[in-house]
């Protein structure tokens, strides 16, 4: 049927729509925990580095704790998709049952693969910034 492609593109058009300002939420909610868990940390990185810790240990330990701080919410947002979309599919199939017309899963990855990206490059200048700022 020659509906189904334009449907499918506005749904796509859709789904950018809902993913940027969530994207944007989450990426500047792992900035923020980051640099506020790296403000937080300077007494701590200057009590490892009086036991002893380079500045290359201090510097790797900031960074993965961005890190694990970035998988986490990457992680948690991941699952809230996922569960949303299955909702979202559950109740479009249901409300569709007995008509004959087939729903299709929809993926955007490309989307979605840009939001995960943009979300560990930000993390990272996070971390970078924030062990700059808790040397000063």
């Known amino acids: 049927m020659p509906w189904r492609p334009l449907t499918r593109r506005a749904n796509n058009v859709g789904l ?3 993913l940027g300002p969530a994207g944007l939420y989450s990426a500047l909610a792992i900035v923020n925990a980051t640099l506020i868990g790296a403000a937080h940390r300077r007494r701590p990185h200057q009590l490892v580095r009086l036991l002893g810790a380079t500045s290359r240990q201090v510097r ?3 960074l993965w704790q961005a890190a694990l701080v970035t998988g ?4 948690l947002g991941a699952a809230t998709t996922a569960f949303l979309g299955w909702l ?3 109740a479009a199939t249901a409300d569709l049952a007995g008509t004959g017309v087939a729903v299709p899963l929809t993926i955007p990855w ?3 693969l840009g939001i995960a990206v943009v979300c560990v490059a930000l993390a990272a200048t996070a971390a970078v910034t924030g062990i700059r700022v808790s040397r000063r």
Not at 72 to 75: D, E, P, S
């Open 60 to 62: 790797r330990s900031a």
């Open 110 to 112: 490309l989307p979605l």
């Open 88 to 90: 979202v599919r559950r």
């Open 72 to 75: 986490a919410g990457l992680l």
């Open 16 to 18: 950018t729509i809902l």
